[in-house]
């Protein structure tokens, strides 16, 4: 029962660098999220998927791009890395439907470092 | 704009205490409000409140919503210390969007 994934767990980047925050959930759910932690702070919604082939911006997209070409699988990109984006990523899932409320399922994090 | 306020944002109390935390917000088209407990990694699901004045319990955690004064309350009573954590309280919007707020710290001191 893997629910949501995220890999990796953690990551040290350059500067500059690129590189791909992978997410993928198991329980068929129409809407995808990804969320920044920063320290001390609550989760702001960087960019979310209500099915396949539809992404949205959230509160802070610049910076990350989005792809959902499959309904398990919802990948963040980063082009190029820049120190403010060092923060803990989270990934969440839903299933949403005019009867259906339900809570958000997350991943465990990935935890990026841009020096 | 829509936001969520959590208060307070950080608090400590000793075992056995009882601690209420809040949240307030404004949300256009709310459809839900959700508490979540984040330990160490990804936040864990509490409670979901969508109609005013219906207490949801589980063990000592119990919450209600207030859809006309806007806010929801957590109350934990006779704390642990397994119950330091940072409690999460967003709102969803029938877009389909979670707002989150800052979260409260709760460190419980044996």
């Known amino acids: 029962n893997a629910g949501v994934t995220q890999t990796p767990k953690f990551r040290i980047l350059k500067i500059g660098q690129s590189m791909t925050l992978q997410c993928t959930q198991d329980m068929n759910h129409n809407y995808m999220y990804w969320y920044r932690q920063d320290p001390g702070m609550g989760l702001k919604l960087i960019y979310y998927?209500?099915?396949?082939?539809?992404?949205d911006k959230g509160e802070v997209p610049n910076g990350y791009n989005v792809s959902r070409s499959t309904t398990e699988d919802f990948p963040l990109r980063l082009e190029l890395a820049a120190p403010s984006q060092t923060s803990v990523y989270f990934c969440?899932?839903?299933?949403?439907?005019?009867?259906?409320?339900?809570?958000?399922?997350f991943g465990d994090g990935t935890r990026l470092s841009i020096l | 704009e829509d936001k969520v306020v959590q208060s307070p944002l950080s608090l400590v109390v000793h075992e056995g205490d009882t601690v209420t935390l809040n949240c307030s917000y404004e949300v256009t088209n709310f459809r839900s409000l959700l508490w979540y407990k984040q330990e160490k990694k990804a936040p864990t699901f509490l409670f979901m409140l969508t109609s005013s004045g219906i207490e949801k319990k589980s063990g000592r955690l119990s919450s209600i919503l207030d859809k006309k004064e806007l806010f929801s309350i957590l109350n934990i009573t006779a704390t642990q210390t397994g119950d330091s954590a940072i409690y999460l309280c967003?709102?969803?919007?029938?877009?389909?969007?979670?707002?989150f707020g800052q979260g409260t710290e709760l460190s419980v001191k044996p």
């Open positions: 998927s209500v099915g396949a082939g539809i992404t």
């Open positions: 969440a899932s839903r299933l949403v439907g005019d009867l259906s409320n339900q809570p958000q399922h």
């Open positions: 967003a709102v969803n919007n029938q877009g389909g969007k979670l707002i």
